[in-house]
T-cell receptor, first 107, second 111 residues
Framework: KNEVEQSPQNLTAQEGEFITINCSYS?????LHWLQQHPGGGIVSLFM???GKKKHGRLIATINIQEKHSSLHITASHPRDSAVYIC?????????FGQGTRLTINP | DVKVTQSSRYLVKRTGEKVFLECVQD?????MFWYRQDPGLGLRLIYF???????EKGDIPEGYSVSREKKERFSLILESASTNQTSMYLC??????????FGSGTRLTVV
């Protein structure tokens, strides 16, 4: 079993829909990261959180430390949100990555 | 904004060649990392460095080495490239408990 599990692996939705991507982890962490990777490869850090909730524009990230679970929400989704979203947890020294969720938003 | 620059976006090398992948960051970050990303396997840590001239093996260091002679530059070296090292290589840097900044990636093909 991977230390970081994301679901779903693939998600296709229509423009405007509310999107939720989930991340569960099995190790003790100091922080959890949500990353976005567009076709072509570059990775952008969206959020780093260790408790509660963070919001940036249409993106919201939450974490429940007791349940070892985090969610990334996208409100009013748009085709430009199409990307791979990666959850990564930071233990003592290094990041451990989930497999990623490929999100496609159709116009 | 912190910038992490990888010297090449695409590289094609021959089996057995020595390959250098360069990564430069411009914000005086202590910590730098090299990852490779493969379909179905996600990102895997090759090597990381917490300071100049310091290096630590990650999860998959075999076939790779690194060099960190200056704080801003972290180089990944494939001593003798092989076809199973065809991959996307990503560099990242961070300081303390702040977020990571990634480079744009280098897609290496070994033929």
């Amino acid at each position: 079993k991977n230390e970081v599990e994301q679901s779903p692996q693939n998600l296709t939705a229509q423009e405007g829909e509310f999107i939720t991507i989930n991340c569960s982890y099995s190790v003790g962490i100091s922080a959890l990261h949500w990353l976005q990777q567009h076709p072509g490869g570059g990775i952008v850090s969206l959020f780093m959180l260790s408790s509660g909730k963070k919001k940036h524009g249409r993106l919201i990230a939450t974490i429940n430390i007791q349940e070892k679970h985090s969610s990334l929400h996208i409100t009013a989704s748009h085709p430009r949100d199409s990307a791979v979203y990666i959850c990564a947890v930071k233990g003592a020294q290094k990041l451990v990555f989930g497999q990623g969720t490929r999100l496609t938003i159709n116009p | 904004d912190v910038k992490v620059t990888q010297s090449s976006r695409y590289l094609v090398k021959r089996t057995g060649e020595k390959v250098f992948l360069e990564c430069v960051q411009d914000m005086d970050h202590e910590n730098m990392f090299w990852y490779r990303q493969d379909p179905g396997l996600g990102l895997r840590l090759i090597y990381f460095s917490y300071d100049v001239k310091m290096k630590e093996k990650g999860d998959i260091p075999e076939g790779y080495s690194v060099s960190r002679e200056k704080k801003e530059r972290f180089s990944l070296i494939l001593e003798s490239a092989s076809t199973n090292q065809t991959s996307m290589y990503l560099c990242a840097s961070t300081v303390g408990s702040y977020g990571y900044t990634f480079g744009s990636g280098t897609r290496l093909t070994v033929v």
